[in-house]
T-cell receptor, first 113, second 115 residues
């Protein structure tokens, strides 16, 4: 079982819709969770991180964490064509691996006008 | 402004040659990482360092080496380049202070082609 699993997509939503990206992880002791956005041909850039159960909002982005279900999601409200990218979920397991992130393979999102 | 840079941005080399990819960060971060990214595999960790003189193997370390002689730099060396090492290489750094806030910031990447 991979450390971090994401649906590869592609996920396609119309402009203005809510895009929902999902991620599951295998290590129950994982401490913090990150979402990166990667445009084609570019490097990953951090969108947001979360480490407490519940929701965390930042502008049009909301990260949701459920540690009991080992599930983290990213909601993008009022999706724009400029949101079209691959979204990477990453997990920090903490402990002896402090600072090391385990990445999923990413979900490709397309927002069509 | 603090940043992380990689050089060269593009490199073409021949099988069997030694290649070194540079990574330099001005964040004063303790942690530095090297990844490769290939279609169908996502980001795979090659080597990482938690501080000066510290290096650790990642999941795909065979054929690669790193050394950390100062805080700012973590060069990646391909001892004898192979066609299977054609990839995009990303360097990243992170503060390495606390798990709750620890993250990684990526450099722009180096596209390496081994002929």
């Amino acid at each position: 079982q991979k450390e971090v699993e994401q649906n590869s997509g592609p996920l396609s939503v119309p402009e203005g819709a809510i895009a929902s990206l999902n991620c599951t992880y295998s290590d129950r002791g994982s401490q913090s969770f990150f979402w990166y956005r990667q445009y084609s041909g570019k490097s990953p850039e951090l969108i947001m991180f979360i480490y407490s159960n519940g929701d965390k909002e930042d502008g049009r982005f909301t990260a949701q964490l459920n540690k009991a279900s080992q599930y983290v999601s990213l909601l993008i409200r009022d999706s724009q064509p400029s949101d079209s990218a691959t979204y990477l979920c990453a997990v920090n397991r903490g402990g002896s691996t402090l600072g090391r992130l385990y990445f999923g393979r990413g979900t490709q999102l397309t927002v069509w006008p | 402004d603090a940043e992380i840079t990689q050089s060269p941005r593009h490199k073409i080399t021949e099988t069997g040659r030694q290649v070194t990819l540079a990574c330099h960060q001005t964040w004063n971060h303790n942690n530095m990482f090297w990844y490769r990214q290939d279609l169908g595999h996502g980001l795979r960790l090659i080597h990482y360092s938690y501080g000066v003189q510290d290096t650790n193997k990642g999941e795909v370390s065979d054929g690669y080496s790193v050394s950390r002689s100062n805080t700012e730099d973590l060069p990646l060396t391909l001892e004898s380049a192979a066609s299977s090492q054609t990839s995009v290489y990303f360097c990243a750094s992170g503060p390495g202070i606390a798990a709750s806030t620890d993250t990684q910031y990526f450099g722009p990447g180096t596209r390496l082609t081994v002929l």
